[in-house]
C-alpha cells in the first residue's frame, strides 16, 4: 500500500491509531496498517483529526500569528506556513485525553501538534517563539502582531502543558489498572527494551524507551535545532510577510481608487458647474447693489421742506410789514384770507411732505436693509465659492497625486 501524502484528505474508518500518542505509552502497543509509516498517517490524517477536534471542541485559547516550520532539509531556515496571519487554538481531545495546538487555513492543517509534558515554547524575539514537536518532527514557528499576544501564548502553554502531564499521570495510572495488554499471560513479563512477537498479516509490536531517554533525546534535538536557527531570519520573515500584507492591502486600495477614478471625475465638473453658478450669482448680485439714490431723494425733500419753511417765515414777516403799514380793512381782510388760505394750501403741501418725507425714510430704511442683506449674501456667495475652490484645488492635487503613482 501507497503512503498517502502529507496533508492529504483523510478517509474516515481506516482503523488507523495515531502512532505518536501509542508511542508516548510505556505499555506494549500494536501499530496496525504495516506499510503506512507512522509520518506519514499523521500527515494524511491532520486535516481529519484537525476537522473533528474544532467540531466537537470548543477552543480553550485562540489567537492569530503567522505560522512558519522549520526547514527540514537544512535544520536552518523557516519555512511560511501561512500566506497570512491565521488563527491558532488550543484544543482538548477529549478522546485521546490530549491536549493539541491546532491551526487550519481553509482546506489545510497546518498545526496540528500534541502537547506533551516535555515540551518548551521559547520565544526567540519580542513577537516570534517556537517549539519544537519530535512526534512530527519539526520545529513550529509563530510570529504575532505584538509582544502581549506572544507572552498570553506562552503563559497558555505552561498551562495546557502541565495540564498534559497530569492526564498523562492520570491515564498511566488508569492504562496499568485497565489496560488488559497487561494480563495477557499468568507469567511475569520480563522487561526488555523491544518485545516482538509473530501475528497475522505482520503485525509488528513495538514498545517505547523509558521516558528518561526520550526526554534526554529530544532536548538534544530541541537544542539542536535551536542552535541552527537564526533569530534574525525569522525576524526578516516575519518582516516580509508584514510587508507583503501592506502591499497587497497597497494594492487594493489604488484598485480601487482607479475604480473611483470616473466617479471622481463627475463630481469635479459637478464642483465646476456650481462653482461657475456661484460666480455668476455674484456677478448679479454685485449689479443690484448700484448706487443709493434714496440718499438723494431725501436731501432733496430736506432741501424743500427747509425752502417751505423759509418761505412760511418771508410771508409772516411781510404780514408784520403789511401790519405796520395798516392799509384798508377790507384790503387787509382779503389779503389775510388769501395769506390764510396759501397757509392752508403750505399746511397741507406741509403735510404732504411730511409724508413723502416719511415715506421717503422708511424707503431709506428698506433700502438699507436690502443693501446689509445682499452685502451677506455676496459675502456668503464669496464664501462658498472660496470653500468650492479649495475643495476644486485639493481634488486637482488628489488626482494629479493618483495618476503620478499610477
Not at 519580542?126 to 520545529?139: I, L, P, Y
Not at 511475569?188 to 498479516?201: D, F, K, L, R, W
Not at 423759509?310 to 384798508?328: C, M, N, S, W
Request: overall charge negative; glycine content about 4%; aromatic content about 6%.
Amino acid at each position: 500500500m501507497q503512503s498517502p501524502p502529507c496533508l492529504s484528505p483523510f478517509k474516515p474508518g481506516s482503523g488507523q491509531r495515531a502512532a505518536s500518542d501509542l508511542l508516548s505509552s510505556s505499555t506494549q502497543v500494536v501499530l496496525e496498517a504495516p506499510n503506512v509509516t507512522a509520518r506519514s498517517w499523521v500527515c494524511g490524517s491532520s486535516i481529519a483529526m484537525s476537522c473533528k477536534i474544532i467540531a466537537r471542541e470548543q477552543p480553550i485559547f485562540s489567537t492569530r500569528a503567522h505560522v512558519f516550520q522549520i526547514d527540514p532539509v537544512t535544520k536552518k531556515n523557516w519555512i511560511p506556513a501561512s500566506k497570512h496571519a491565521v488563527t491558532v487554538s488550543y484544543f482538548y481531545d477529549a478522546t485521546r485525553n490530549v491536549y493539541r495546538i491546532i491551526s487550519v487555513g481553509g482546506t489545510k492543517a497546518i498545526i496540528n501538534s500534541t502537547i506533551t509534558p516535555n515540551m518548551t515554547f521559547t520565544k526567540t524575539s519580542q513577537k516570534f517563539g517556537q517549539w519544537a514537536d519530535s512526534r512530527a518532527n519539526t520545529v513550529y514557528g509563530l510570529g504575532f502582531a505584538s509582544e502581549q499576544n506572544l507572552s498570553q501564548f506562552a503563559e497558555k502553554f505552561q498551562e495546557v502543558r502541565e495540564a498534559a502531564r497530569l492526564a498523562r499521570e492520570r491515564s498511566q495510572d488508569k492504562t496499568e489498572l485497565t489496560n488488559p495488554a497487561l494480563n495477557l499471560n499468568s507469567q511475569p513479563i520480563v522487561p526488555s527494551p523491544i518485545i516482538s512477537a509473530n501475528g497475522p498479516a505482520d503485525e509488528k509490536f513495538f514498545r517505547s524507551q523509558s521516558a528518561e531517554m526520550e526526554l534526554s533525546t529530544e532536548r538534544e534535538r530541541v537544542k539542536k535545532m535551536l542552535s541552527e536557527g537564526s533569530v534574525c531570519e525569522v525576524q526578516w520573515e516575519a518582516e516580509f510577510f508584514s510587508l507583503q500584507d501592506n502591499n497587497n492591502k497597497l494594492v487594493a486600495a489604488l484598485r480601487e481608487a482607479n475604480a473611483n477614478v470616473e466617479k471622481w471625475k463627475k463630481q469635479l465638473s459637478g464642483y465646476q458647474e456650481e462653482a461657475e453658478r456661484l460666480r455668476q450669482r455674484v456677478t448679479e448680485l454685485e449689479t443690484r447693489t448700484t448706487p443709493d439714490t434714496t440718499v438723494e431723494q431725501d436731501d432733496d425733500l430736506s432741501e424743500r421742506l427747509r425752502g417751505l419753511e423759509l418761505l412760511l417765515k418771508g410771508k409772516e414777516e411781510e404780514i408784520a410789514v403789511l401790519k405796520g403799514q395798516r392799509p384798508d380793512l377790507v384790503d387787509l381782510d382779503n389779503e389775510r384770507d388769501e395769506l390764510l388760505k396759501r397757509l392752508e394750501e403750505l399746511e397741507e403741501r406741509n403735510k404732504e411732505l411730511e409724508k413723502d418725507l416719511q415715506k421717503a425714510q422708511e424707503l431709506l430704511k428698506d433700502s438699507r436693509s436690502e443693501r446689509d442683506r445682499v452685502r451677506e449674501e455676496i459675502n456668503r456667495a464669496g464664501d462658498e465659492l472660496d470653500i468650492k475652490i479649495c475643495q476644486l484645488n485639493d481634488l486637482r492635487l488628489g488626482l494629479s497625486q493618483l495618476l503620478e503613482s499610477n
